[in-house]
C-alpha cells in the first residue's frame, strides 16, 4: 500500500471509528447491534493503531540517518 494509500486509508477508518463512538455513545443501538458497532471499533482503531505505528517508525529512521543531529523529543505538555 502506498504512503497516499495508508494515509486516505487511516483517515477514513478514523472517520468510520469517530461515527461508530457516536453511535455508541448515543444509547440507540440495540444491545446486539451495540457489539457489533463496538467490534468494528476494535477492528478499526487496530488498523489505524498499526498506521501510526509505521509512520512513527519511518520517522525514527529518517531521524537515525539525520548525519547525527539529534532533535529533541515533541512534547505538548511543554509549550
Same mark, same amino acid.
Do not use: W, Y
Given at each position: 500500500?502506498?504512503?497516499?494509500?495508508?494515509?486516505?486509508? =487511516?483517515?477514513?477508518?478514523? $472517520?468510520?471509528?469517530?461515527?461508530?463512538?457516536?453511535?455508541?455513545? $448515543?444509547?440507540?443501538? $440495540?444491545?446486539?447491534?451495540?457489539?457489533?458497532? =463496538?467490534?468494528?471499533?476494535?477492528?478499526?482503531?487496530?488498523?489505524? +493503531? $498499526?498506521?501510526?505505528?509505521?509512520?512513527?517508525?519511518?520517522? +525514527?529512521?529518517?531521524?537515525?540517518?539525520?548525519?547525527?543531529?539529534?532533535?529533541? *523529543? =515533541?512534547? *505538548?505538555?511543554?509549550?
Amino acid at each position: 500500500m502506498s504512503r497516499k494509500t495508508s494515509v486516505r486509508h =487511516f483517515e477514513e477508518n478514523l $472517520s468510520e471509528l469517530e461515527s461508530i463512538v457516536a453511535q455508541l455513545e $448515543s444509547n440507540q443501538l $440495540s444491545l446486539e447491534d451495540a457489539l457489533k458497532a =463496538f467490534e468494528k471499533g476494535v477492528k478499526l482503531s487496530q488498523d489505524c +493503531q $498499526s498506521v501510526l505505528t509505521q509512520a512513527e517508525q519511518k520517522v +525514527q529512521v529518517l531521524l537515525e540517518t539525520n548525519e547525527g543531529e539529534r532533535l529533541e *523529543p =515533541f512534547d *505538548p505538555e511543554s509549550e
